[in-house]
């Protein structure tokens, strides 16, 4: 059973910064992809980044140069770190855990376990 607990969300005035963490129990960190998602009120869930097993990255166009998704293989942690926060960064934001491949310089990822999702606010 792979289960993930998020922390890290928050309050944070704009162009602040957090940064989520994410462990995983029941799996591996470093034998297995990871991502993050965010959905924020009426909208759908997203894909903010993502992470292969063998260390390739993929970030949505509107995080890119703000956000960096990293992980601790002794920890069995990922991480999300946030910079440059705006208003429409703000979301209840999901850990997952899946599959992914890289080709011709692209990552397709899959999430198949998620996190419970942690709430991160970005306001005056």
């Known amino acids: 059973q792979v289960r993930l607990v998020e922390s890290g969300g928050g309050l944070v005035q704009p162009g602040g910064s957090l940064l989520l963490s994410c462990v995983a129990s029941g799996s591996i960190v470093g034998a297995s992809a990871a991502g993050w998602h965010r959905q924020a009120p009426g909208k759908e869930r997203e894909l903010v980044a993502a992470?292969?097993?063998?260390?390739?990255?993929k970030y949505a166009d509107a995080v890119k140069d703000r956000f960096t998704i990293s992980r601790d293989i002794a920890k069995n942690t990922v991480y999300l770190q946030m910079d440059k926060l705006r208003p429409e960064d703000t979301a209840v934001y999901y850990c997952?855990?899946?599959?992914?491949?890289?080709?011709?310089?692209?990552?397709?990822?899959?999430?198949?376990?998620w996190g419970q999702g942690t709430q991160v606010t970005v306001s005056p």
């Open positions: 992470l292969t097993a063998g260390g390739n990255r």
């Open positions: 997952n855990n899946g599959f992914a491949t890289f080709s011709s310089g692209t990552v397709r990822y899959t999430p198949q376990y």
